[in-house]
């Protein structure tokens, strides 16, 4: 079994909720589950898999045999293919047999297809998205490590990058992103999976929460300008755990009065963050107490937007800092904080990814200090 | 032949896709078709497309396409209400927040209120093998009256057949695969027979971002596998792996333009070719060969299955089955037809499809040249046409010092 997964947990859950299995057909639930990560899994829904968990026996995970050989490899369970077909639902149904007959099953409802469900036929299926998403909210100390890890290479590329720009010397959007990328390579960070991705939004763009649309996964040719403000984001995957990181900088070595000004609203509400994320307070009240705080400060938060996210096998899972979710923060936990502030000049924010313990959060992702975003030299 | 130009849909194609799917509604007697899959959004947006869908199941999006065009409605977060104006969705939009509650309740919630809106809604169809099983039966307990029923392919089945803008867009998917993998073998070439060589991260790396620099929106899976590692359809290289002369390398990626993706692999000879590897490179293009002139409309998959089975026992080429010899490509990087030896859909012209044949090499390796065909009237045409690989690339060369 792989060493970031501790099966008691799985198997407690399990024994508590009296269930005969847990089956998981969501791909980052059989990631998690199995430890093997094909970054093409999430793309490829007409081609799913399942994990099936016992309360009593050993897991298995079953694939279409095209895949077999590369999960296994991957795999802390035994993988059981099943052939490539016109109905893949209805083929990975019919390779899980009898392992889901009597007793009721626990099932990941929201992440499983309706075709994959129907075609279990006369299966007990009870929900069981909230206990496997509970389960991953807390990580084990070597999926700490990792995400700990990913978390401050991401950091140490931005600035291995942005430590390469000079005001006076033209440097285009898309050269900026492609150095963003190439950094986090030169780190180890795997940088596959759809979602892998290094954008900045400079200028009239700032404004726009997803810059250059459609082209999500590039950007434009338009070369930076002196002055401007710019928000870097880098999402990259180590080892099938991720990093989600965001931060900013002037194409200046100072800032302007209002830059001093938008930054020190981004670091006023991570410090309220910071303050509030305590162990058995729910993500609710920590959402609710930093709003208060932020709005009496005049902090300009995007009103509809969550303070952040855990982050684990998928770059955004729960728990979710808003005031909807009841989930208590507990010791264990690796987070990304996100407030968002609208200003002037456009979208602002800095995500800093922290890990909590009995004391509260601390955060893993500073290579340098982030009290006040990157200005980089003038001219050499 | 399309030349590069021509990059976008017009308005009027973005017509067309939907009014395909206006008719589809009325013919099926559905009142609206719901989609919350990056495929099919994007289909159902008349092809658009929104950042990474798939993989933003936290904060998912939903189109619901309805009978009469102006209750249609496209379900949000709020950071993407701004962006759908802006990619050219003209329909209603309903965004919701998630600060003060959690995702999944406020975007049910939204889609019940766009279904109250559109007003005479009572019969909703959606893709079985996308959706969430947990939002259909949540939408279902929310939206009192309303009837969520399995499509029976309606979407895929109009996926699967492209209008003439789509075409277009597949072909500049198709080709900017390979103008980006021939860009990768360019940066790479001149270290792979040196001392320090060229990383394979850096290699895979170069494919991205040259789909990127000539004009296209995205990457999904990209790889590269050499040696041990060919012998499988996946695997991540060593951390600090290198290219390495006389082996084999497979790159398999995908790729998008504006929302239309492709599905590419090469395999090419790192340094000088081996004899083995070019007489089993040759083999598989053999099967290819026999493979593509088959394909016409009416054929099945299992047709074209059992030809590349009988070719390959031919002429004695080892032919992996596992994933069958190909698949559809479209708004999404596989979709139907799924060419299987179950199959028997006949394929219909302006069916665009990824031909990927595996055949086992003299090391166990997987050899796969991938390349997208267009279904016509009477036959195929290749639309991956920018370089030919029927002879295997040799990745050779060193750098020049200059002095």
Redesign the interface.
């Known amino acids: 079994m792989s060493n970031r997964l501790d099966p008691n947990r799985i198997n407690a859950v399990i024994k508590d909720h009296n269930w005969r299995a847990l089956v998981a057909f969501g791909a980052e639930n059989v990631q998690y589950l199995t430890g093997a990560f ?3 899994a ?6 799913p898999v399942a994990v099936v968990w016992p309360a009593n026996g050993a897991p298995v995970a079953f694939v ?7 999960f296994g ?2 795999s802390a369970v035994s993988v059981k ?1 099943y ?4 109905n893949d ?1 209805a083929a990975l149904a019919a390779a899980m047999g009898d392992t889901l007959k009597g007793g009721t099953i626990g099932c990941d ?10 075609a279990l036929g006369d299966v007990t299926l009870a ?1 069981a ?1 909230e206990a496997l998403a509970s389960l991953r909210m807390i990580k084990s100390d070597a999926e700490i490590a990792l995400l700990s890890s990913a978390a401050l290479r991401t950091d140490h590329a931005i600035n291995g990058c942005i430590h390469h720009i000079t005001v006076d010397r033209r440097m285009s959007e ?1 050269t900026f992103v ?1 150095e963003l ?2 950094h986090s ?1 030169e780190r ?1 960070l ?6 892998a991705t290094a954008r900045i939004a400079s200028g009239h763009e700032l404004p ?3 810059a250059n ?6 950007a434009t040719t338009r070369d930076l300008q002196l002055g401007e403000t710019i928000r870097i984001d880098v999402t990259n995957v180590s080892d099938g755990y991720w990093s989600n990181a965001a931060r900013m900088m002037v194409m200046r070595d100072q800032l302007s009065a209002e830059q001093e000004h938008d930054y020190d609203a981004l670091v006023a509400v991570r410090e309220l963050l910071l303050q509030h994320l305590k162990p058995g307070k729910t993500c609710a009240e920590v ?1 609710a107490a930093v ?1 208060k705080a932020a709005q009496e400060q005049g902090v300009p938060l ?6 952040g ?1 855990g982050i684990g096998v ?5 728990p ?1 800092l ?4 009841d989930t208590p923060i507990a010791a264990g936990m690796v987070l990304v904080l996100d407030p968002v502030i609208e200003t002037a000049a456009g979208i602002c924010r800095s995500k800093d990814t922290v890990v909590i313990d009995d004391n509260g959060a601390k955060i893993v992702n500073w290579y340098k200090d982030w009290r006040e975003p990157y200005t980089p030299i003038m001219s050499i | 032949m399309e030349r590069n130009s021509a990059r976008e849909l017009t308005s009027d194609e973005h017509v067309e896709i939907v009014k395909r799917v206006a008719d589809a509604l009325s013919s099926k007697k559905f009142d609206a078709v719901l989609a919350t ?2 495929g099919n959004v994007t289909y159902l947006l008349g092809g ?5 869908v ?6 998912p999006v939903a189109v619901l396409r309805c009978q009469d065009s102006g209750l249609d409605t496209l379900v949000c977060p ?3 209400e ?2 759908a104006r ?2 050219g969705w003209a329909g209603r939009i309903i ?12 975007f049910v919630a939204a889609i019940s209120d766009a279904l109250q809106a559109a007003g005479g809604v009572t019969r909703v169809g ?1 893709d ?10 949540d939408l279902t307990a929310a939206a009192k009256g309303v009837s969520f029923e ?1 499509d029976d392919g309606l979407l895929q089945d109009l996926r699967a057949v492209k209008t003439a803008g789509e075409l277009r867009m597949l072909a500049f998917a198709a080709r900017l695969a390979d103008r980006a993998v021939v860009s990768a073998f360019n940066h790479s070439e001149g270290s792979a027979r040196d001392i320090l060589s060229y990383s394979l ?2 290699f ?2 170069r494919i ?2 040259h ?3 000539f004009g ?8 590269a596998m050499q040696g041990k590692r060919a ?6 290289p060593e ?1 600090h792996e290198a290219l390495r002369p006389g082996e084999m390398l497979r790159a398999e990626w ?1 790729n998008h333009h ?2 239309y993706w492709t599905s590419a692999a090469r395999t090419i000879s790192v340094g000088a070719l081996p004899e083995a590897l070019a007489v089993d490179y040759a083999k598989n293009q053999q099967i290819k060969k026999a493979v593509a002139d088959a394909i016409k409309p009416g054929v099945t ?1 299992a047709d074209l299955c059992a030809v590349a089975a009988k070719e390959a026992g031919r002429i004695g080429a080892v032919l992996w089955t ?3 010899i190909g698949h559809g490509v479209g708004t ?4 139907a037809p ?1 060419l ?1 030896p ?4 006949p394929l219909q012209a302006n069916m665009v499809i990824s031909l990927a044949i595996y055949t086992r090499g003299a090391d166990d390796g997987l050899i796969v040249d991938k390349d997208i065909h267009r279904v016509t009237d009477s036959g195929h045409e290749r639309l991956s046409w920018y370089k030919d690989y029927r002879n295997i690339y040799e990745l050779v060369g060193t750098t020049a010092r200059h002095g």
């Open positions: 094909l970054p093409f999430r793309a490829r829904r007409n081609q279409p045999a095209a895949w077999a050989t590369s490899k991957a293919a052939d490539a077909s016109g639902a409802l929201d992440a499983a297809t309706a075709a994959s469900i129907k929900p998205d898309l492609e990328r190439i390579v180890d795997d940088l596959i999976g759809y979602d726009e929460y997803w649309a459609p082209r999500y996964g590039y959402c709003r995007v009103v509809g937007s969550d303070l996210h998928s770059p955004v899972e729960a979710f808003n005031c909807g979710d | 899959d990056g658009r497309t929104l950042p990474y798939d993989q933003r199941q936290f904060y709020i950071d993407q701004a962006l802006r990619i965004a919701f927040g998630t600060s003060e509650t959690s995702v999944r309740p406020a959606y079985a093998e996308a959706i969430s099983h947990g939002l259909v039966q399995s991260w850096e895979m790396e991205r971002v789909v990127g620099e296209g929106s995205g990457t999904g899976h990209v790889s012998g499988v359809l996946y695997e991540q951390r995908t504006r929302g998959g596992e994933p069958g999404s990087e596989r979709e799924f299987v179950d199959s028997d859909t």
